[in-house]
């Protein structure tokens, strides 16, 4: 079992829905990460937070909009998807120590998001 | 980040050691190399990480050449829970102003055979 819970593990959405992927994590961990992986291929990285904060947008486009209500949470709202937005959706997280180093991700199981 | 290549399939009997080799023929003197798995259907798992020196732990060893153009992860007893894409990441180190994602190569797809 994974200690970073994504929910839900499913999704079906049309191109006008609005939905929310949520991911939880209870290590005390202050940076999180969204990562998109098509099928077939590597995950990529999307954003990262670091104590709550946005700290890196991979030119990502607004239709997906990250969300960090608190150390624990992060959440992800989808609005007016594209069917080529299809994918699996990875949420981790990692300790964050001054002065940096090497702290591991460990990573959710992911939403498997499909756009009808 | 430096760039790497892996096979990108691999065949190794259950029992025996598996030994995926990675390439990171530009890495700097200040990029670590990492290793995650990922099992199907599930995230990403880190295995393992290092400089210059061999290191071990308990799920994998790690070598890398003395150039550190190179390195090798050595899963010593391979069981068939063990098949997965096995991804090598060459980064810096993090330093103060906070963490930074990973960027994943195409990986190895390693195949337990029974």
């Known amino acids: 079992d994974t200690e970073v819970t994504q929910t839900p593990k499913h999704l079906v959405m049309g191109m006008t829905n609005k939905k929310s992927l949520k991911c939880e994590q209870h290590m005390g961990h202050r940076a999180m990460y969204w990562y998109k992986q098509k099928a077939k291929k590597p995950p990529e990285l999307m954003f990262v937070?670091?104590?709550?904060?946005?700290?890196i947008n991979e030119s990502v486009p607004s239709r997906f909009s990250p969300e960090c209500p608190n150390s624990s949470l992060l959440n992800l709202h989808l609005h007016a998807l594209q069917p080529e937005d299809s994918a699996l959706y990875l949420c981790?997280?990692?300790?964050?120590?001054?002065?940096?180093?090497?702290?591991?991700?460990?990573f959710g199981d992911g939403t498997r998001l499909s756009i009808l | 980040d430096a760039k790497t290549t892996q096979p990108t399939s691999m065949d190794c009997a259950e029992g025996r050691a598996a030994n995926l080799p990675c390439n990171h023929s530009?890495?700097?003197?200040?990029?670590?190399v990492y290793w995650y798995r990922q099992i199907h259907s599930q995230g990403p798992q880190y295995i393992i990480h290092?400089?210059?020196n061999n290191e071990t732990n308990e799920m994998a060893s790690l070598i890398i050449t003395e150039d550190r153009k190179s390195s090798t992860l050595i899963l010593p007893h391979a069981t068939l829970r063990d098949t997965a894409v096995y991804y090598c990441?060459?980064?810096?180190?993090?330093?103060?102003?906070?963490?930074?994602?990973?960027?994943f190569g195409k990986g190895t797809h390693l195949i337990i055979q029974p």
């Open positions: 981790a997280s990692s300790q964050e120590k001054l002065g940096g180093g090497h702290q591991p991700q460990h």
């Open positions: 290092g400089l210059k």
């Open positions: 990441i060459v980064r810096v180190a993090w330093d103060e102003g906070g963490a930074d994602g990973l960027t």
């Open positions: 530009t890495i700097s003197g200040n990029e670590y």
């Open positions: 937070y670091s104590y709550e904060k946005l700290s």
